[in-house]
């Protein structure tokens, strides 16, 4: 059933997520090829639409995802799924907090944990420039066109700023501003 | 006020003015639960932001069910995660009904293009941040598991489940044995 699908798809997505939003881009694209939820443009422009608005990442794409394949109550269920994982272990641990903190196995494997997610990351980089440079697979002529280009000159100027810690929101108008100016220049 | 509905209300007020989700939510929470509300001191949120650190899910979601556990028990917690989590829901349910029309513009499709570059250098950003946190350690086998996780989940496609588990066990077994060989060395 696709209610029962959605639920355990966001519950294992909010059970393996650590590090935050960007981390889990790889194992929803995942996901979402699988099930047939969004393309890879959906997702990026998804990701996009997040930042500019509140709440993180995984709350937002888990209602948008449930609200697009089932509706309101698809979109319920998705939520609870990726929320429930956090919400039990919070609980846990907040019970035995101070023996938790000194534990000696969790920060073993919290020094396996954090470059994964710095080489998920990585990951989820890959996938999306791909999508941004190559949206229909990468062509001899590629290279001659212009879009390709444009797209190249955008990304050296948004990842500028980014590191100049202009706020995303501000990044993501500039960019919409400057792909509606090439989109209509281009044709 | 009932203790319980001012949690809610107070993370109903964080969930809805935190954009781009994750560490941009620790000083809100730090000033409403700490300055205004007084109900935990300022070592608690040190002691949120290394939990949410060492445990799966959002940021966001950890931070609320722990804060309102700590203030008013279980109820709490379930007060503090969904009014945490209402505002993106609302928000996103009310995007994902108007995004198809929005799309078919061509305005707008020009604009995510625009975006699409953007979201790539967001990513890029947060993904020096990680690897320079990670890099700090001087650990030189953390950069053996960010390279196994990226080629894995990237080129592979092996589920970032397994990723996650197999990075966490091989920092468990490798902290269990130099520790071992460091005892070892001393005696």
């Known amino acids: 059933m696709v209610l029962i699908k959605l639920f355990l798809a966001f519950l294992k997505i909010g059970a393996f997520t650590f590090g935050g939003g960007y981390a889990m881009i790889a194992m929803i694209q995942a996901e979402a090829e699988r099930q047939g939820w969004l393309t890879q443009e959906e997702l990026v422009d998804f990701v996009a639409l997040s930042e500019s608005t509140p709440g993180p990442l995984a709350v937002n794409m888990a209602t948008f995802v ?49 470059p994964a997610v710095v080489g998920m990351i990585g990951a989820a980089f890959i996938t999306v420039a791909r999508t941004v440079f190559f949206p229909s697979g990468v062509s001899v002529s590629l290279f001659s066109s212009a879009s390709f280009w444009v797209f190249l000159g955008l990304f050296a100027v948004t990842a500028a700023l980014a590191f100049k810690k202009v706020h995303p929101i501000k990044i993501i108008l500039l960019s919409a501003v400057i792909g509606i100016v090439a989109g209509y220049g281009l044709g | 006020m009932n203790k319980n509905l001012d949690l809610f209300l107070t993370f109903m007020k964080i969930g809805a003015f935190t954009f781009g989700g994750g560490y941009a939510m620790i ?52 007060m503090a995660t969904i009014g945490v989590v209402l505002p993106s829901f609302l928000i996103i349910s009310l995007i ?38 990670v890099k700090k350690k001087k650990k030189p086998f953390s950069y053996v598991i960010m390279g196994l996780s990226l080629v894995l989940t990237a080129f592979l496609k092996i589920d970032a489940v397994f990723v996650i588990i197999g990075c966490g066990l091989f920092g468990l077994i490798w902290s269990l044995l130099s520790r071992k060989e460091q005892s070892n060395g001393t005696d």
């Open chain 2, 96 to 133: 994902s009904m108007i995004l198809t029309q929005f799309q078919s513009i061509k305005a707008v499709h020009y604009a995510f293009m625009g975006i699409r570059a953007a979201v790539l250098a967001l990513i890029l950003k947060a993904l020096w941040m990680m690897f320079k946190s």
């Open chain 2, 27 to 78: 000083p809100l929470i730090q000033k409403e639960v700490c300055e205004n509300k007084k109900w935990l001191n300022e070592k608690d949120i040190t002691d949120i932001v290394a939990i949410s650190e060492s445990t799966p899910g959002p940021i966001a979601i950890n931070a609320a069910t722990f804060v309102g556990y700590k203030t008013s028990g279980f109820l709490g917690a379930c």
């Open chain 1, 66 to 114: 449930g609200m697009r394949t089932c509706g309101v109550l698809g979109a319920i269920i998705a939520t609870l799924g990726i929320v429930l994982p956090s919400f039990i272990i919070i609980l846990i641990i907040a019970k035995f907090f101070e023996k938790y903190k000194k534990s000696k196995a969790v920060g073993g494997i919290m020094s396996g944990l954090k």
